[in-house]
């Protein structure tokens, strides 16, 4: 079944570092994938999203690249700052899905210190 | 925007006890979601809901039940809790369709004893 691996946290990063999260994912039909930020103590929020190969998802400085070469979406930033540190789960819908469901990743934990 | 509410934020039960988890959008979405989150395991569809009266198990529904009455509310139960049933809950809506963006609430923390 389809299914998506993220770099296991926790990241640790001083502030205005860049950042990089790798997500794969495998599927067998045509997925729209996403990113999803979880501040603490909060439900998850749409971060991003692309809907088809090579389209590029981007919100409040982070990137991410539909690569269906290397059935990747890697989530890029390039400076953080102490307010991104958060779980981040990357995520995937396959068009055919009844009902919109999404497959999670298993989070990665980013830590920004000052 | 978009609003989703859940009825607890933190939750003690005792083993056996029957638990409601209530859930409330106030956008008129068409589709409800309940999931767990665990560490290291991210998030695992309970159940899912695309209309009133409708549901459909997603991939870890033992030990679980649904109720939608009402477009705007969405219910999990856990009918005989126990302690492996010890997590985040969390519940989310969207319109009808696979593209659209998942709204999620703030979760409730239920500790089963």
């Known amino acids: 079944g389809d299914s998506v691996t993220q770099m296991e946290g926790p990241v640790t990063l001083s502030e205005e570092a860049f950042l990089t999260i790798n997500c794969t994912y495998t599927a067998t039909g045509y997925p729209s994938l996403f990113w999803y930020v979880q501040y603490p103590g909060e439900g998850l929020q749409l971060l991003l999203k692309a809907t088809k190969a090579d389209d590029k998802g981007s919100n409040k400085g982070f990137e991410a690249t539909y690569r269906k070469e290397t059935t990747s979406f890697h989530l890029e930033k390039g400076s953080v700052q102490v307010s991104d540190s958060a779980v981040y789960f990357c995520a995937l819908s396959d068009r055919d899905n009844q009902g919109g469901k999404l497959i999670f990743g298993q989070g990665t934990e980013l830590s920004v210190k000052p | 925007d978009v609003k989703v509410t859940q009825s607890s934020r933190y939750l003690v039960k005792r083993t056996g006890e029957k638990v409601f988890l209530e859930c409330v959008q106030d956008?008129?979405?068409?589709?409800m979601f309940w999931y767990r989150q665990d560490p290291g395991l991210g998030l695992r569809l309970i159940y899912f809901?695309?209309?009133?009266?409708?549901?459909e198990k997603g991939d870890i529904p033992e030990g679980y039940s649904v109720s939608r009455e009402k477009k705007e509310r969405f219910s999990l139960i856990l009918e005989s809790a126990s302690t492996n049933q010890t997590s985040m809950y969390l519940c989310?809506?969207?319109?009808?369709?696979?593209?659209?963006?998942?709204?999620f609430g703030p979760g409730t923390r239920l500790l089963v004893l």
């Open positions: 989310a809506s969207s319109l009808a369709g696979a593209l659209e963006t998942q709204y």
């Open positions: 956008m008129d979405h068409e589709n």
């Open positions: 809901s695309y209309d009133v009266k409708m549901k």
